[in-house]
């Protein structure tokens, strides 16, 4: 299996050390949204991806999945319109998942194993390029997914509003508490009250992207308890569960996805 | 060529300034202005013509209906127009007069060679024409512009140029599949009128080598036919017909819609001097398979093209580079003032660009809020992309 990732930057999914349009271990430094998902991985192989096989991690820089896009506008009949199927202002999201679905399937042909691809985005509604309503942009998503044809075995990872909210579930004084609250809070940083400060003041101070995994190797992350407070964790959980299991690993607790 | 249009009071262009370039494609909702633009180059065109009067009676309007009103205050009765045109020398011409609805006249109008110093080349007032500094009476009357009356033999290099270019300006914004069908009268009108009226006339004219070129050009479009032919019926009517490979005649009133736009348009930029071409809503009548070949036709000949598209087949094949200031959106306030500006100037929808095609960025966004975000970004003065 080979997962493959993509994201907005270094605090969620991670970067290329290496400055590459695409890398693995060790120029891949994994952020604390990988991590996040190499658990929820690591409860269906019963081991962890990062610690003992890393390289399975295939991670697409934001300038890959561009010049991708690029390509893409270049090649007659590629053209995504909205209608019945896709509302407004979802093109971006929708785009970014199709590209990364086709890279992924070329991937999986290059090294011949079973891929599965994990695309990161978490823009607020207040970038009025992007100002769809959380659902449509998922669906965006999934039928980008559906259109490169790797199904459901791309999995959005969309946080509502940003991935600091699922991150606060467990690092605010009282993890998992109300933490379906989180979720209404504001993602954008001018914002009082807005969930990067409220983050920053849980751990004390602004902690580094590695510093965030650092913290969650040490503290732990109940995905279960927090997917079942916040929608957009339990749709993400559930759309990973169903890929990993479209790849024929053994279900999870018992139950299949 | 055009490079900036101002209106002041034209309809629902209350106070708008345009600017031009090479290619120009005008996309918004119903109603925000987009034909009243086409409209006003036609009327800007018809100034240098003269005979405004029937250019109004064409269009079953009265010199009342073009101002704007928006029921508040007292509504103006003169409109202006300013066109600053690109001369060939590289000089820009500011041509400027106010339309005086109860003489169908231009008042008060100057052109000015914008060099350093300014050169005045036209100056009228009520009673006197001012030409390169030499005075005269007006002693006729004249509809539209002064210079309509003037022979070109009397002007500078500079105005000849900048009069023959309107003259020039070809406005098909009214383009009908019926009209573009119908017989021409024979030793009537050779020019195609603005809704298509007298193309198989205008078709007659050409003759020889350039129908030849003209019909490889159709080719390139519909390889299946193999050419055109004009005939000329006992009671004076010229009729249109296409021939097919299989040598299969189609008369004009059953050959499909897009044929004959296509047609037209290549017949005015090939063989009219059209060194402008207007069209509205240049995609009707044209099959996707053969859009791109229409866009990359009117982004790449050398007249200035101006047209309006509701499509993003159409947009989606202007390069990037070209739909970032060629793309112009066009829009209402609350007080339904028509204001335009470039498409992907906000940042919002420049990001958009990055990563789509410029149709599928136009159709993927909400139209009515990107003027609600037009019209913040003016409040605010919020920066614009360059």
Redesign the interface.
């Known amino acids: 299996m080979i997962v493959v990732l993509s994201g907005e930057g270094k605090s969620d999914l991670g970067h290329c050390g290496n400055s590459q349009g695409q890398c693995r271990t060790p120029d891949f430094i994994p952020g604390p949204m990988t991590w996040l998902a190499d658990q929820i991985i690591a409860q269906r192989l019963q081991y962890s991806l990062l610690d003992d096989t890393p390289f399975q991690y295939i991670f697409i820089a934001k300038p890959r999945l561009l010049a991708l896009e690029q390509q893409r506008k270049l090649e007659l009949g590629k053209i995504s319109l909205p209608g019945k199927k896709r509302e407004q202002e979802t093109a971006y999201f929708h785009i970014n998942a199709w590209m990364l679905g086709e890279e992924a399937l070329r991937l999986q042909e290059e090294h011949r194993d079973q891929a599965i691809a994990i695309l990161f985005r978490d823009r607020d509604g207040t970038n009025s390029a992007h100002a769809g309503l959380w659902e449509d942009k998922w669906n965006s998503l999934v039928s980008g997914f559906a259109r490169s044809r790797l199904d459901d075995r791309g999995v959005p990872m969309l946080p509502k509003p940003i991935s600091e909210a699922w991150l606060l579930c467990a690092a605010q004084a009282h993890p998992y508490q109300n933490c379906a609250a989180l979720e209404d809070m504001p993602g954008n940083d001018k914002s009082p009250n807005d969930l990067k400060s409220a983050l920053k003041a849980a751990y004390g101070r602004n902690l580094s992207s590695v510093e965030q995994v650092e913290w969650l190797r040490e503290h732990g992350y109940d995905d279960e308890e927090a997917a079942s407070q916040m929608p957009s964790l339990q749709k993400f959980r559930h759309s990973l569960h169903v890929a990993l299991t479209s790849l024929g690993l053994p279900p999870h607790n018992g139950v299949q996805q | 060529m055009i490079e900036q249009v101002t209106v002041k009071n034209f309809k629902s262009l209350a106070d708008v300034t345009i600017d031009f370039g090479r290619f120009n494609c005008f996309v918004g909702l119903n109603g925000a202005g987009k034909t009243t633009i086409l409209q006003v180059l036609d009327f800007i065109s018809q100034q240098m013509r003269g005979d405004v009067g029937t250019w109004l009676e064409e269009r079953g309007w009265t010199a009342d209906d073009l101002r704007f009103g928006d029921g508040v205050g007292q509504p103006v009765l003169h409109t202006m127009l300013e066109v600053r045109f690109r001369l060939k020398s590289g000089d820009l011409l500011c041509w400027t007069g106010t339309f005086d609805p109860a003489h169908l006249q231009l008042l008060g109008e100057v052109a000015l060679l914008m060099t350093e110093p300014p050169q005045q080349l036209l100056a009228t007032t009520a009673e006197r024409l001012t030409l390169d500094d030499i005075g005269l009476e007006l002693t006729f009357t004249y509809e539209g512009s002064v210079l309509s009356q003037l022979r070109g033999q009397l002007l500078s290099e500079p105005l000849r140029e900048f009069k023959e270019a309107l003259i020039n300006m070809r406005s098909l914004y009214l383009l009908a599949p019926h009209l573009l069908r119908r017989s021409s009268r024979l030793n009537g009108h050779t020019d195609l009128s603005a809704g298509g009226d007298g193309l198989p006339s205008f078709l007659g004219k050409i003759q020889g080598s350039a129908k030849d070129h003209l019909e490889k050009m159709l080719q390139v479009f519909y390889p299946r036919i193999n050419g055109f032919n004009i005939t000329t019926t006992p009671d004076g009517l010229q009729r249109l017909a296409v021939y097919e490979q299989d040598s299969f005649v189609t008369q004009a009133s059953h050959v499909n819609d897009g044929l004959l736009r296509v047609l037209a348009i290549l017949a005015q930029l090939e063989y009219d001097n059209a060194n402008i071409l207007v069209l509205d809503e240049i995609e009707n009548g044209i099959n996707p398979e053969i859009t791109?070949k229409l866009v990359d036709l009117l982004v790449q000949c050398p007249a200035q093209i101006i047209v309006t598209t509701h499509s993003?087949m159409i947009l989606?094949y202007v390069r990037?580079e070209v739909a970032k200031t060629a793309v112009q959106f066009v829009f209402k306030d609350q007080r339904g003032q028509t204001s335009v500006k470039p498409f992907f100037s906000?940042?919002?929808?420049a990001?958009?660009l990055?990563?789509?095609?410029p149709?599928?960025?136009f159709?993927?966004?909400?139209l009515n809020?990107l003027t609600e975000?037009f019209l913040q970004a003016k409040k605010t003065s919020a920066p614009l992309l360059p």
């Open positions: 791109e993003p989606n990037d906000l940042p919002a929808t990001e958009k990055v990563h789509m095609g149709g599928e960025a159709v993927d966004t909400n809020q975000a």
